[in-house]
């Protein structure tokens, strides 16, 4: 994965209709009332192919959760009803720039064979002052190549 690879997803999500008034940042120690925040949570190598010269190709999923902090008063069900509308716009937006190879580049393998999931958005907690954490969990899969290096 690459090392540019948070700054460019944090970009590529700010492009998110859903997105445009909350900033987000990586790390985050947790979000202020409208804002975000974007953590790795880790890559998992799922298959393995060695080629007779020694390269190895890897197929891996890299997990990334979004966490959003917005206003929910208690008992306000029109604006739970925005809130779940939010994420579920946010889902449907990562599912059509994946659908067409609009994505940050992942891995080094061919950026086709990339994808981009949004899954388990869900209301996390809400607090007594009107706000509320939602999450939301991003799956990315792509190819890494690794080429035996002739001296």
Same mark, same amino acid.
């Given at each position: ?6 700054? /460019? ?18 790390? /985050? ?20 192919k060695e080629d007779l010269l020694g390269g190895v190709t890897l197929r891996c999923q890299g997990e990334f959760l979004l966490r ?8 306000? /069900? ?52 009107g706000t509320a954490r939602y999450t939301l969990r991003l799956l990315a899969e792509y190819t890494e190549i690794y080429k035996e290096?002739?001296?």
């Amino acid at each position: 994965m690459k090392e540019t690879l948070l700054p /460019d997803l944090l970009a590529f999500l700010a492009k998110a209709p859903a997105l445009a008034d909350l900033p987000l940042r990586v790390e /985050d120690a947790g979000p202020a009332p409208g804002t975000g925040g974007l953590w790795p949570r880790g890559v998992t190598v799922t298959a393995r192919k060695e080629d007779l010269l020694g390269g190895v190709t890897l197929r891996c999923q890299g997990e990334f959760l979004l966490r959003l902090c917005l206003p929910l008063p208690p008992g306000d /069900d029109a604006q739970a009803l925005r809130n779940a509308g939010r994420l579920l716009a946010l889902q449907s937006w990562v599912a059509a720039q994946s659908a067409a190879h609009s994505l940050p580049y992942f891995g080094t393998g061919l950026p086709e064979g990339e994808t981009l999931r949004a899954v388990d958005g869900r209301l996390e907690k809400t607090d007594s002052g009107g706000t509320a954490r939602y999450t939301l969990r991003l799956l990315a899969e792509y190819t890494e190549i690794y080429k035996e290096e002739t001296p």
